[in-house]
């Protein structure tokens, strides 16, 4: 989306919005598309904003996949003020801050637990980037959950997907699936289900749950749980909005998102667990819907083959493209997460 078309999108939008700047803020939140995290713990968050935070003041919410702008622009959105609060896409917008994918670099996030590390590491280093760049604060992040592979021709490891067509949602997603001959095609979220059935892709990649809501497993046969990514997300808020609040009602803001991105880290954790076995027909599923899929074991080649991802390909062709845009972004990571995780 051009700057220009940015702008008129602004200026209709801006017609329909209530002028209630003061006690109401506008949120573009996950697409509905995506599943229960943003039905079960992110909606109801906001439909209930000034409970949520303490503070008088209510949110005017927006699903992004109804807003007309993409997930792709949100930093961009986010900095010229037509939204006040965001749920950013972070792989998504690192296109126009590469700092981010310092969060979920291939292999770096295993699971969980590793993924909580890398954020405590990392994330005031991205905050203090997005404030400076994009006039935004960052609120928190969290992680949809483990990236997973979904296939429709028969896969039994990494291996097969040489010379098949693979969908991916960033550039260093992309230099690992070329890593092992397979060709990444990026699409956006709410396009793969129909291109996995008309065979522009053989395989895609995302978490279990957003899988299961989405129908993929209607199109494919073959899922291999094997994390790429954690792919992680965060709120980002309008600086000059969050600069407006008091030091008191930033505090009871900032608690407020802990604690909702508290909420996520625990939901999503369970999300997985379930979605795993409702998308390969096991007992018990109580998130999803119940599908056939193959389950393709992990060996333990491909888990070696994921763990050694960080160091042989996606950190230094990461290093490459983030230094190019601020010189401190390498070194900053290998001064925080290297250090906490032995880099």
């Known amino acids: 989306m051009k700057t220009t078309h940015i702008i008129s999108t602004i200026a209709l939008l801006s017609l329909a919005v209530p002028a209630s700047a003061e006690t109401t803020m506008r949120v573009m939140g996950q697409p509905a598309a995506t599943g229960l995290i943003q039905n079960n713990v992110e909606g109801p968050f906001f439909a209930d904003f000034a409970a949520s935070t303490g503070l008088d003041i209510t949110a005017e919410f927006q699903p992004a996949d109804i807003t007309g702008i993409k997930d792709t622009e ?25 700092t981010i994918l310092g969060l979920d670099l291939v292999g770096l996030n295993p699971d969980y637990a590793s993924g909580r590390e890398t954020v405590a590491a990392f994330q005031s280093v991205v905050d203090a980037r997005l404030q400076e760049q994009f006039n935004t604060k960052l609120l928190g992040v969290w992680p949809f959950g483990p990236q997973v592979l979904f296939c429709e021709p028969e896969i039994s490891s990494l291996a097969d997907l040489s010379g098949l067509k693979v969908r991916v949602y960033d550039q260093n997603l992309a230099n690992f699936i070329s890593l092992v001959g397979g060709t990444p095609v990026p699409l956006s979220f709410g396009d793969v289900q129909q291109s996995l059935a008309r065979g522009v892709v053989d395989c895609a990649i995302t978490g279990p749950s957003s899988a299961n809501s989405a129908g993929w497993p209607e199109v494919t046969s073959y899922m291999m749980p094997i994390a790429f990514q954690m792919a992680m997300n965060g709120y980002g808020m309008n600086l000059d909005t969050w600069n407006a609040l008091s030091a008191e009602d930033q505090e009871k803001m900032q608690a407020a998102f802990d604690t909702l991105i508290e909420d996520i880290w625990t939901y999503s954790e369970e999300l997985f667990v379930d979605a795993v076995q409702c998308n390969v027909g096991q007992q018990p599923c109580e998130t999803g819907t119940l599908y056939d899929l193959t389950l393709v074991e992990v060996s333990d080649a491909d888990k070696a083959l994921i763990s050694t991802a960080v160091t042989d390909v996606s950190f230094p062709a990461w290093k490459e493209i983030c230094d190019a845009t601020n010189p401190a972004c390498s070194s900053s990571w290998l001064e925080t997460v290297g250090v906490a995780k032995g880099y």
Request: aromatic share 4%; charged share 30%; proline share 4%.
């Open 74 to 98: 949100q930093l961009r959105v986010l900095k010229s003020g037509l939204f006040d609060i965001i749920s950013l896409r972070l792989s998504q917008v690192s296109r126009d801050e590469p």
